[in-house]
């Protein structure tokens, strides 16, 4: 059996295997920490619409679980079409995006149904709405948990992980201590949470663990041990997988590109991830990343100062109409033609580059090419 395949995953239960450095999900493998630090991405901002979702659907459960019976039917029937919605968008959320979803859809429908609560009504003595609010809780209680989580992991990469001189578990361990155990503004961050005593975060999740056997993909006489971790709570998801990832030396660092999160599995400092460029989708961030730096570069080489001099004053010429267009052009063309010459030839560049690049010179081969 290939390890993480026999996993029950639902709404109020999560579970990964673990084994070095990876985890083990609905069959997948990702590197440890793949989850806190995707997740970063979907939430965590003051005023995210995420905490107004939450906002109106508590207060629509909370109605529910007072009314009158007559009354219960209006309320289902608006709360319906906003758990659909956010059913949906959980599902694109890791790790639920890997999870069959077409059973949660058939619980919501099920759960405030009329039928179903009208049953409710009648067989319990307090009148509760036993099914739909066992189906609505866990899905808030993960709604708060990854708003949260985003907005506390995001303060703790910005302000320990981010100008982190060392990128190993040694230089983790020692930023999440001074984070979690040492930092009064964290605490501060921590009591000021919107619907903190919903999902509580603790830098030790609470967590029910155990072992799972598999065979060697590599060589089947061969068996390994897994450590199979099982939680109750979404919270403890994010942040089990989070320190385990410190653990093996992984973290979560903000693109300086897109700006979206991404794992860093390696001691080299992260800045651009390999998703695509906002600023040109025919690049990756990291190649975008790296064309911008080598142009920083470039800028202070001589061979490019001199180019881009020259080419500058050629188009001033052209916008005051001292020159004309077909001779702006033949003359940008043979200033970079000098420029890419100057680069593959240290004595030109040495000697004769400069004399070429003389706006006299460049303008007089440049009317020689449009007769």
């Not at 083990?24 to 905490?51: M, R, S, T, V, W």
């Not at 320190?243 to 991404?262: D, E, I, K, T, V």
Request: proline fraction near 3%; glycine fraction near 6%; charged fraction near 30%.
């Amino acid at each position: 059996m290939k390890i993480g395949t026999d996993q029950y995953n639902t709404f109020d239960t999560m579970t990964m295997d673990c084994w070095n450095d990876r985890l083990y999900y609905e069959g997948k493998e990702f590197p440890a920490g793949y989850f806190a630090a995707e997740i970063l991405n979907f939430a965590g901002e003051i005023h995210d619409p995420l905490l107004e979702r939450i906002t109106v659907l508590t207060a629509l459960v909370d109605d529910l679980s007072t009314a009158e019976k007559s009354k219960r039917h209006d309320i289902a029937a608006q709360l319906k079409p906003l758990l659909h919605d956010t059913v949906s968008w959980l599902y694109t959320c890791p790790p639920f995006c890997y999870c069959e979803s077409q059973g949660a859809y058939e619980d919501l429908e099920y759960a405030l149904s009329e039928e179903r609560l009208d049953r409710d009504y009648e067989e319990r003595e307090e009148h509760l709405p036993f099914m739909a609010l066992s189906f609505c809780e866990p899905i808030l209680r993960i709604l708060v948990a990854i708003y949260n989580f985003c907005l506390l992991i995001r303060a703790f990469e910005k302000k320990y992980l981010r100008g982190s001189k060392r990128r190993n578990a040694d230089a983790f361990a020692k930023a999440a201590h001074e984070c979690f155990d040492e930092d009064d503004s964290f605490l501060i961050l921590l009591e000021q949470m919107p619907f903190g005593g919903v999902e509580e975060f603790f830098s030790y999740p609470r967590v029910i663990t155990g072992f799972k056997y598999f065979q060697d993909e590599n060589n089947e006489a061969k068996w390994k041990t897994a450590q199979r971790v099982i939680c109750r709570r979404a919270i403890d998801f994010y942040v089990f997988d989070l320190m385990n990832g410190l653990h093996h030396g992984h973290a979560p660092s903000q693109c300086q590109g897109c700006g979206r999160y991404f794992l860093t599995t390696n001691g080299h400092t992260p800045k651009y991830c390999d998703g695509v460029a906002l600023q040109d989708n025919r690049y990756t961030c990291r190649q975008y990343g790296a064309m911008k730096h080598q142009k920083e570069q470039n800028k202070q080489h001589p061979v490019y100062r001199l180019f881009n001099t020259r080419t500058d004053t050629i188009r001033k010429h052209h916008q005051r109409g001292k020159i004309s267009d077909d001779l702006r052009r033949e003359a940008l063309y043979l200033a970079g033609s000098y420029r890419d010459k100057a680069l593959m030839d240290n004595d030109y560049a040495a000697d004769g580059y400069a004399r070429d690049m003389e706006l006299e010179h460049i303008y007089a081969e440049a009317e020689k090419r449009l007769k």
